[in-house]
T-cell receptor
């Protein structure tokens, strides 16, 4: 079964701790994305990666870091520098062919920091 | 980056046809229009995509006028399970350009 997975579904952390959210895809997609969603809001782009070992900042990258060492994996670290980390985090992937890209989303991780 | 504007919320009744309009006045020549659906606590799901005129699939239809400055997502005979947030996006052909999810339209289907 091809798809994109995120784990865990719910994550609780104390303020001041770094936390890493997992995102894995077996769709053979080159591009991967991380979004943040706050209640009643749309999705905001944190980081994206078009190819292995390369990534770019999105609109709200401050306080976050990513790596793209493997095509299948794009973990997101929420650092203690992120002022309001509690949110719903969504990972997505898409092909990098020349045709317009459709993004496939994972189920999301709901992070609560207290 | 082309920005989109769509109604914040809409209500309709089961069995009705629902039309959600989105404006994208500064869409570029090679940009496509894409619509996603999101249920609570889930990731968005691709519904339909088009460039001009009309596109239809098993879920919805997308109408795009000749000037491409707006588009209308049409959901035929909605049911309660169509209650969701619907996002209209301008999808750039240039892969270096990001796509932007706005706040979407919160559609509420009533029995």
């Amino acid at each position: 079964d091809g798809g994109i997975t995120q784990s865990p579904k719910y994550l609780f952390r104390k303020e001041g701790q770094n936390v890493t959210l997992s995102c894995e895809q077996n769709l053979n997609h080159d591009a991967m994305y991380w979004y943040r969603q706050d209640p009643g809001q749309g999705l905001r782009l944190i980081y994206y990666s078009q190819i292995v070992n390369d990534f770019q900042k999105g609109d709200i990258a401050e306080g976050y870091s990513v790596s793209r060492e493997k095509k299948e994996s794009f973990p997101l670290t929420v650092t203690s520098a992120q002022k309001n980390p509690t949110a719903f985090y969504l990972c997505a992937s898409s092909t990098s062919t020349n045709r317009v890209h459709e993004q496939y989303f994972g189920p999301g991780t709901r992070l609560t920091v207290t | 980056l082309a920005k989109t504007t769509q109604p914040i919320s809409m209500d309709s009744y089961e069995g009705q046809e629902v039309n959600i309009t989105c404006s994208h006045n500064n869409i570029a020549t090679n940009d496509y229009i894409t619509w996603y659906q999101q249920f609570p606590s889930q990731g968005p799901r691709f519904i339909i995509q088009g460039y001009k005129t009309k596109v239809t699939n098993e879920v919805a239809s997308l109408f795009i006028p000749a000037d491409r400055k707006s588009s209308t997502l049409s959901l035929p005979r909605v049911s309660l399970s169509d209650t969701a947030v619907y996002y209209c996006l301008v999808d750039p052909m240039n892969r270096d350009d990001k796509i932007i999810f706005g706040k979407g339209t919160r559609l509420h289907i009533l029995p």
